[in-house]
């Protein structure tokens, strides 16, 4: 094994051994340097440092104040939209309820004019039946006192007037009728029947207005016995 080859001396300049400073850590006076240039740029960068954040925070807030400002004119315009639906629906129930009220109120209307004129047609017909009832009492009336006078004399019947045969199949002569006494005859100071002979007239044919019928042979005649008119009606009369 060959020893390592020997190294020469080296000689070092004064030059050289003037940059070089002991300073007790052990560092060169270049290396020295280099950190008090390093320590100079130190505020410097520190500086830009902080005013680029200071920047992002400044420009973060904007985002931020942006953001808000669409965020509240988005929950406004939810707002007025949701307030205009509210009223939409609203408006169109309250127009139907008014559609209704107005369909009621034309039904009630036209139910009351139909009632007025009901009543007054009732009305009307009150009135004619009120006349009616006036007429009909003032007959009546003339009725009664022409009876009282034909009851005053006699009935109207004289001994002169001839006997009317075969009167709706009656024969009003006969001895055997005159003779034979009816348990259900009453006396009576009226006229009697013209076609019994047992009971009192108290029927007057119309419109004749012959007092000489009883009431049960009213309906069995429809001529009047002595007139031979048609008998279409008759009253009963009562005497007191």
């Known amino acids: 094994m060959n020893p390592p080859p020997c190294t020469p001396p080296q000689f070092i300049s ?18 020295s340097q280099s950190i008090e240039q390093r320590s100079s740029s130190s505020p410097m960068i520190d500086g830009n440092f902080a005013g680029e954040i200071n920047g992002q925070a400044d420009e973060l807030d904007r985002f931020l104040q942006t953001q808000g400002e669409q965020l509240r004119c988005m929950l406004a315009d939810t707002s007025e939209r949701h307030y205009r639906e509210l009223l939409r629906t609203r408006e169109e129930s309250v127009r139907r309820r008014l559609r209704e009220k107005e369909a009621e109120i034309e039904r009630a209307t036209r139910r009351h004019a139909e009632l007025e004129a009901r009543a007054a047609q009732i009305e009307k017909e009150a009135r004619a039946w009120q006349v009616r009832a006036a007429a009909k009492e003032a007959e009546a009336m003339s009725l009664q006192a022409r009876l009282q006078q034909v009851v005053a004399h006699g009935g109207g019947v004289t001994a002169a007037e001839p006997k009317l045969k075969s009167v709706d199949g009656v024969d ?16 009576s100071n009226g006229p009697s029947c013209r076609i019994c002979r047992r009971r009192a007239a108290t029927v007057l044919a119309l419109p004749c207005r012959h007092l000489i019928l009883c009431k049960g042979c009213d309906g069995s005649v429809r001529v009047c016995p002595l007139c031979l008119s048609l008998k279409n009606s008759s009253v009963e009369v009562f005497f007191f």
Do not use: K, M
């Open 14 to 31: 004064s030059r050289q051994t003037l940059n070089v400073v002991s300073t007790g850590l052990r560092l060169s006076q270049g290396q």
């Open 172 to 187: 009003e002569a006969g001895d055997a009728e005159s003779v034979y006494v009816d348990p259900d005859r009453f006396e």
